[in-house]
């Protein structure tokens, strides 16, 4: 069964340019660490208010979304057993990089993305980017998160 998303929904729109501002390491491209599963997906759900974001040293953040149910199926096993059940979102290059090899290639050279506040924790969100299987970690995620946005 494919995952409940939406394209564009009420004008929201994947930002391709921010693949530039993601790291490959020693991956070929980011597209080869991060498989794309889906190229542009919103999703909703609450920001997990137990286990906050942490600032990665890539310069992301690692937020954890706990998915409303019909973006469920968007969790893999991976999800459940290594990030308490949530779907992970990476804002990218948001935060102080000292990671080598992100520094070295320079992805986040003169560029912020400010779309996530911590005010966000606790909070029912609207969440669009690219839905992604990080073949390091396992897990699914929204990375890179093109936007985050507080709904009722």
Known sequence: MAPAMSVSPAGQVCDPSLWAHVYAGRFGKPQDRLRVN?????????????HPPAREADGDWHIRLIVDP??????????????HGDLVLEPVCSNQVTQRDTL???????????????????QHVMVTGVYVTDMEHGWNEIHPVTSIVIIP
Request: a negative charge.
């Open 38 to 50: 889906h190229p542009c997906a919103t999703i909703t759900g609450v920001i997990d208010p137990v």
């Open 70 to 83: 019909p973006f469920a199926v968007m969790l893999n096993a991976k999800n459940l057993s290594g990030q």
């Open 104 to 122: 070295d290639e320079g992805v986040c050279d003169g560029f912020t993305q400010q779309i996530y506040r911590p005010a966000m924790i606790g």
